[in-house]
């Protein structure tokens, strides 16, 4: 019990900031909680100490159970025990008896089904065990540590809390630290955060956004770690600058490190609804099947007319008849299918079953950047002339030509702004500052040919996509060059400012400038005019605007005065309003200054900075993908909900919300949307209960739109666990890092396969190999599709349940022939069946299947009651019947009516028929004689002695192979004149003698029972059986003739007569006892001699012909089963090509099973004529013809009889 609370506690602290205050203290405090000097680190023994206390800078690894124990736990579930137990029955059985191979093949099929099903779970299963790995690639391999007053590099493992770490551009940082040093130092968050630009890093914490409303000198909000502008994240990336820092937390004790934890932890919901429903659906079926295989088994031994053997025989096939064994494969491979499928729609699944998961999501909990955005900084919006302009983002020239100087160059944005002239003056100046005042360069590399493209000639190809082109810098400045470059090519335009000295951002000026010769440019465009150097600054614009005392209007300098400033600040806002990072631009001519100037910022600019012009605005956003406004809309119409959940800042986030859907303005403005932020979740787990905290967090998961934004790791997870706790099914999107523990619990993970990293891939169940959110749309729908189709291949494949299971019983119950073998029955399942039931998977939807709710995965089953009645009492009797008859109409075309058959099933394989003849020539009033004797040796040796002349025939007779004696069943005398007459055979020449008199007077006729009857006066003795054996119509007229009487009194004078006759012979079925007068029926007429094969023949070509009825009843179900509403003639059938194929399919299988000689070896089938192959087609009409009417109804009359009965 201790470990488990000291598990819980573990999981809820994961879900809490990590306890860090280090942010929140100056350098002294820093230096002072470590016991360290700046700059001589720690020494050796405080190293010892701190790896004593803290351990090793790296992830502890998550307990993995070993591979043998998972591939063997495999083999545990419900479904799978059981077909074991029926497979090992099936050995047993036959190691009983070894006369029906039967057993054996199915004990084989049964033993492979299993393991290959358990073969195929455990490889899925483990490969969802690789997610530890991705996390140990993230760390980095050395650090520059300064220990003992000395710089060392050091193994990243080996850093310890207190560390001194230096790192530069490019770096990996190796552990979370505290920024003790920084120099125009940023770091890329996004796999933390998901913020697209890169953060700047300082040694002071800013506070901007976190100051507490209220009377002055109240105490200051506290900053999350995460949001902290002084601490570095262990894995994240230094883009720019250099810096030094402390190491406050390493390996399990960083922000990546609670990831991990959280990660390996969450071990989602349990088993995916698909999985849930087939469970349940094997629970109710394995229990039917169980429950009957018992209770016949009971029957069969208490009715005393089987052996144990053969009752346990009996109950394993109706077991196999009852469960469906091809279920498992034929769902999994539909499954797959449907992934190939989703994998043409750049849909990557990585767990079959997450594709139905997916149909029945009710929320989308969707990350911002990479996945609903494009990932990259786009210039949206450009101000200048105290006018806001929308700005496009054409691809390429063609399309800059279309958009800004063609027909759509009057079109205007979302916001109603018209879109920039490039040929304005302000805007030719706002141009030229944020070409030169920028640092990006393109990547022009040819991944392909390893070479350089030619941008210029590439820029001019209507395919070209300017946007895709990687660059250099962040992503401002990025997407600043990709809208300057189709005004004008930056490289040449830069070339004509040469830069002559720079001053890089930092995070105390926030501002960026730089100066630039215009000598080129003028001596082009304006020969002979003066050109003093150019100084031009970018950077936040309310910054920019304060060193500014004059601004370009419509192409004139004009002083800033308070109306125009006025205007600035309005437009700030609107842009700012929009989520969009906006930069301000002014430029200055530095009279009096030339280009061999040398100029310097140390230890102060020796060049002005001040009283600039104001040249305009830039405003750049992250934008939407193309598409996700209309899945969005799509998936509202689905009654799905979009969560947006992002670590960025809630106005971008709500901004991009808006454009893409998921806030609506009327939604909003009724109070059913809002934005909340990681400070709020802060606040509801800071609640004393449980029972407050569920209650804050379902006040907000009742509104009908929400935005998460600048959430945590442990965030994201709450929010998913909080939504799971409604029953809601929730697909998590993400890309970074920072998404894997929600990806992990949701129900359904989906990574962005572009940008996703490792981590993020192997925690999700499925990849979107485009990034782009609509392609999880498409995914939805294939997953209500699939659920769809499922259920058409379960109702297809339980429609053959009742004609396997029928026959058994009515094989007990009314001691009838049975109908059909297991081995037919495994034929049918795992042969025909498969095929036609998958290809019903590649069903096309019936209607808008993206019109309705998600399904409740709680409630709407896979298998429900009415599917059940349908396929059991509707189709299922249907095909038992048209089998059914195959099966007599076969019989009786054999000679044998079908009332002949009834009450003779359980003896039929293993007794010979004694029949009547009719004047016909038809049989009538069959049953069976005796068994066969057990030392028929005494009466081969009886009839030699008493008839000496046919000694050698009688030998003969006796060691053939027809009936070796009695063996295999006695012969019934010819009667010829001086053939060898046998007084203790059952049957006279005339026929049967019958059971009037008793079975001892029949079966057991010896010399001992012809003394007692020799002796006996009156009722039962020699006298009263000769004198009936002169009554033409009596029943115990054969019991004792004249011909009986001189052979027994013959054969009894002989010595050693006492051995003669069939002492304790049984009769072989008391319940159908063979006719007075019969004679053994076979080929149409009465004979002297058993012969067992023929009926045996005649029994596997009825039982061929019932299972070719049952499989033509299967293809009219096929096609029944490919529409649930529809008519099959409105749905037709080129629309999925696959069900023909699966007919034909059928066809060849069937044909191949009746037709091929090693084939009706292994499967008991005989060939059959022509006419008992179709026997079954007037039926399988029949049933499509009841389907159609059936559908009929349900259109014509919604929620009548039909619907709400045989719907399913």
């Known amino acids: 019990m201790g470990k488990k609370k000291g598990d819980d506690e573990r999981t809820q602290n994961l879900r809490k900031d990590l306890p860090v205050v280090a942010h929140e203290q100056t350098l002294e405090q820093v230096y002072e909680s470590y016991s360290i000097e700046p700059e001589k680190g720690m020494s050796s023994a405080q190293v010892h100490e701190s790896r004593a206390k ?49 057993n054996l093949y199915l004990g084989v099929v049964l033993c492979l089904v299993v393991w290959i099903t358990a073969t195929f779970s455990f490889y899925q299963q483990a490969k969802s065990n690789k997610i530890m790995t991705g996390f140990k690639n993230m760390v980095p391999k050395t650090s520059k540590v300064i220990r003992d007053g000395a710089m060392t590099i050091v193994d990243a493992v080996e850093l310890v809390p207190g560390d001194v770490v230096e790192y530069q551009e490019g770096d990996s940082v190796p552990a979370d630290l505290r920024c003790t040093f920084t120099y125009n130092l940023k770091v890329d968050n996004s796999a933390l955060t998901g913020e697209s630009e890169a953060q700047y890093r300082m040694v002071e914490l800013e506070r901007d956004g976190h ?34 820092g402390v190491v406050i937390g390493t390996g399990d004790n960083t922000v990546m490190g609670q990831i991990a934890g959280l990660t390996s932890e969450s071990s989602g919901v349990g088993k995916p609804p698909i999985t849930r429903e087939i ?97 990259r900084m786009t210039v949206q919006h450009c101000w200048y002339d105290s006018k806001n302009y929308d700005v496009p983002a054409p691809r390429n020239a063609p399309q800059f030509k279309t958009e800004l100087e063609g027909p759509n160059k009057d079109i205007k944005g979302p916001q109603g702004w018209s879109r920039y002239d490039p040929q304005d003056t302000s805007f030719k100046m706002l141009h030229r500052i944020a070409t030169l005042c920028n640092n990006s360069q393109f990547i022009v590399e040819d991944k392909e040919s390893g070479g350089l493209i030619d941008l210029a000639a590439e820029i001019s190809k209507p395919d070209f996509n300017l ?99 006025a205007k600035f600040n309005r437009s700030y806002e609107e842009l700012g309003a929009l989520g969009e990072r906006v930069l301000g631009f002014a430029y200055r001519e530095l009279e009096g200054y030339d280009t061999k100037y040398e100029f310097a910022d140390k230890p102060s600019c020796n060049f002005p900075t001040d009283d600039l012009i104001f040249a305009g605005l830039f405003a750049l956003m992250d934008p939407p993908r193309e598409g996700v406004l209309e899945a969005v809309a799509e998936c509202k119409r689905a009654s799905i909900k979009v969560f947006m959940v992002t670590g960025d800042h809630p106005i971008t986030a709500k ?50 739109q929400i935005v998460f934004a600048r959430v945590t790791p442990a965030h994201k997870l709450l929010i998913v666990e909080n939504n799971q706790r409604h029953n809601e099914v929730v697909a998590v999107t993400g890309d970074g890092v920072n998404d894997a523990p929600a990806l992990k619990k949701a129900n359904v993970g989906v990574s962005m396969g572009i940008s996703g990293k490792d981590v993020t891939k192997e925690a999700a169940a499925i990849i979107l190999l485009d990034d782009n959110f609509a392609s999880i749309v498409s995914g939805v729908e294939e997953g209500r599709l699939i659920f769809d189709n499922l259920k058409k291949s ?109 009450g003779r099933g359980l003896s039929w394989d293993s007794k010979q028929l004694i029949c009547l003849q009719t004047s016909e020539g038809a049989s009538k009033q069959c049953g069976f004689g005796c068994d066969p004797p057990e030392n028929p040796q005494a009466q081969i040796e009886a009839l030699m002695l008493a008839y000496p002349a046919y000694a050698p025939s009688i030998l003969a007779a006796g060691g053939g192979d027809s009936f070796n004696y009695c063996e295999d069943g006695c012969y019934i005398p010819s009667g010829s004149p001086g053939a060898p007459y046998d007084p203790f055979l059952e049957a006279t020449a005339a026929g049967f003698r019958g059971f009037k008199a008793g079975v001892e007077a029949v079966c057991a006729r010896t010399c001992a029972w012809y003394r007692t009857i020799r002796d006996t006066a009156g009722e039962g003795g020699m006298d009263y059986y000769l004198a009936e054996s002169q009554k033409p119509d009596s029943d115990l007229r054969y019991v004792m003739t004249a011909e009986d009487k001189t052979a027994f009194e013959q054969a009894c004078a002989v010595d050693a007569s006492e051995f003669f006759g069939f002492t304790g012979r049984k009769e072989a079925d008391s319940k159908s006892e063979g006719p007075v007068g019969g004679f053994y029926w076979w080929q149409f007429r009465n004979n002297y001699k058993p012969k067992y094969k023929y009926q045996a023949v005649v029994l596997q070509s009825a039982q061929t012909a019932y299972f070719t009825a ?24 080129m629309g999925n090509r696959i069900v023909i194929y699966s007919i034909i399919f059928e066809i060849v299988i069937v044909i191949l099973i009746v037709y091929a000689p090693p084939l009706n070896t292994v499967f008991t089938t005989e060939p059959l004529y022509g006419a008992h192959f179709f026997m079954g087609l007037p039926w399988a009409l029949l049933l499509l013809t009841y389907d159609e009417i059936r559908k009929w109804h349900i259109r014509t009359f919604p929620g009548g009889f039909a619907d709400r009965i045989t719907f399913w």
């Not at 090793?56 to 545990?76: E, H």
């Not at 077909?83 to 008896?97: E, K, M, N, P, R």
């Not at 990585?350 to 929320?363: R, W, Y």
Request: proline share 4%; hydrophobic share 45%; aromatic share 8%.
């Open 467 to 565: 946007l895709d082109l990687g660059c250099t810098g962040d992503a401002s400045e990025s997407g600043l060059i990709k809208m300057t470059q189709l005004v004008h090519d930056v490289n040449t335009y830069r070339a004509m400012f040469p830069k002559l000295f720079e001053i890089k951002f930092n995070s105390t000026n926030k501002w960026q400038l730089s100066v630039h010769d215009q000598g080129p440019f003028t001596a082009k465009e304006n020969p002979g005019a003066a050109a003093p150097p150019l100084l031009v600054m970018k950077g936040a614009p309310e910054k920019v605007i304060k060193i500014c005392t004059k601004i370009m209007f419509e192409g004139k300098i004009v002083p800033l005065t308070e109306e125009l400033l």
């Open 279 to 375: 469970d349940r659906f094997i629970f109710i079926i394995a229990a039917f099947a169980i429950t009957l295989g018992l209770t016949f088994l009971g029957v069969g031994l208490g009715l005393g007319v089987m052996t144990v053997v053969q009752a346990l025989v009996y109950a394993i096939s109706v077991i196999v008849a009852t469960v469906p064994e091809g279920l498992l494969a034929t769902l999994t491979v539909a499954l797959a299918l449907t992934a190939k499928r989703m994998h043409s729609k750049n849909v990557l699944v990585k767990s079959l079953t997450s594709v139905e998961t997916l149909g029945c999501t009710s929320v989308i909990a969707s990350d911002k950047t990479g996945t609903l955005t494009q990932n």
């Open 1110 to 1133: 049952v499989v033509m009843a299967k293809i009219a179900c096929v096609i029944a089963n490919k529409t649930r509403k529809l008519s099959i003639v409105h749905q037709g059938m």
């Open 655 to 704: 901004a991009i919300a808006m454009q893409v859907g998921i806030i609506d303005k009327e939604v909003e403005k009724a109070g059913d949307a809002t934005v909340c932020t990681g400070d709020d979740i802060r606040v509801i787990m800071d609640l004393p209960t449980e029972k407050e905290q569920n209650e804050a967090f379902d006040k907000v998961l009742s509104h009908k």
């Open 794 to 902: 379960i109702c297809y494949t339980l429609t053959s349940k009742p004609p396997e299971l029928i026959p058994f019983i009515i094989w007990v119950a009314a001691d009838f022939p049975l109908a059909l073998s297991t081995i037919l029955i495994l034929a049918i399942d795992l042969g025909t069946d498969m095929i036609p039931a998958i290809s019903l998977a590649y069903e096309v939807k019936e209607a808008d299947i993206m019109s309705k709710p998600p399904r409740n995965a709680e409630t709407d089953h896979l298998v429900t009651m009415s599917l059940l009645i349908f396929t059991y009492l509707h189709f299922g009797v249907l095909e038992t019947c048209g089998a059914m008859f195959a099966f007599v109409v076969a019989f009786n075309d054999y000679g044998y009516a079908p009332g002949n058959l009834l």
């Open 54 to 102: 803290w351990g090793s800078n790296r992830l502890t690894p998550a307990k993995q159970t070993p591979m043998w124990v998972l591939y063997l736990l495999q083999f545990t579930d419900f479904f799978s025990i059981l077909l074991t137990a029926g497979g090992i029955l099936c050995f047993v059985a036959y190691g009983l008896d070894q006369s029906d191979p039967s």
């Open 211 to 244: 100051e507490e409303e209220g009377e002055a000198g109240a105490e200051l909000k506290k900053v999350a770690a995460i949001e902290a502008t002084n601490l570095m994240f262990f894995s994240t990336l230094v883009v720019t600058g250099h810096g030094r």
